[in-house]
């Protein structure tokens, strides 16, 4: 590049399998960190408040916990990213092979149907930890 050419943006374009492929490594470094860490919180551990004043590289276990949910969420986001980028082949694969029907779905229908569906899943998440924080009981006092 010359100096203060300015680089027309039209023609720097990244191939959808490159996007593909580096969400899917991140994914996957994801994954395995979760892992990690919930092994780590699991069994490294000891259960419950007989693990006050337990530290692991500096941690203790509510902060481990808190980097398990963390990267449980930036997975749980990495996913729907990645669900959105296969939407059109999900519909297709849904449409034809599993419902046998000749058609797919335009892209507003499949549009609809994503966000009815991403709609669900946050409504059902919303109703079970309503659900359990009503149905939550406190230990005996005394």
Same mark, same amino acid.
């Given at each position: 590049?010359i100096?203060?050419?300015v680089?027309?943006?039209a023609e #720097?374009?990244?191939s ?5 492929? *580096? =969400?899917?490594? /991140?994914? =996957?470094?994801?994954f /395995? *960190?979760? @892992?990690? #860490?919930?092994?780590? !919180?699991?069994? /490294?551990?000891p ?6 004043g &337990? +530290?692991? &590289? ?9 980097l398990?949910?963390?990267l449980l969420? !930036?997975?749980?986001?990495g996913?729907v990213?990645?669900?959105?980028? +296969?939407?059109t082949w999900?519909? @297709?694969?849904?449409?034809?092979q ?5 058609? #797919?779905?335009?892209?507003? =229908? ?5 966000? *009815?569906?991403?709609?669900?899943l ?5 109703? !079970?930890?309503?659900? *359990?924080m009503? @149905? ?7």
């Amino acid at each position: 590049m010359i100096a203060g050419e300015v680089i027309d943006r039209a023609e #720097v374009r990244v191939s959808r399998a490159l996007v593909n492929f *580096a =969400l899917d490594m /991140v994914l =996957l470094l994801l994954f /395995v *960190a979760l @892992s990690i #860490v919930s092994v780590i !919180v699991q069994f /490294v551990f000891p259960p419950g408040v007989s693990a006050k004043g &337990w +530290h692991l &590289w500096g941690l203790n276990l509510g902060q481990w916990c808190g980097l398990q949910f963390g990267l449980l969420s !930036v997975l749980g986001f990495g996913i729907v990213v990645h669900v959105m980028l +296969h939407w059109t082949w999900i519909c @297709s694969v849904l449409a034809r092979q599993i419902l046998g029907q000749r058609d #797919v779905p335009d892209n507003g =229908l499949r549009t609809v149907y994503g966000v *009815a569906l991403l709609i669900g899943l946050l409504m059902t998440g919303a109703v !079970v930890t309503g659900l *359990a924080m009503i @149905s939550i009981q406190m230990p005996p006092q005394g």
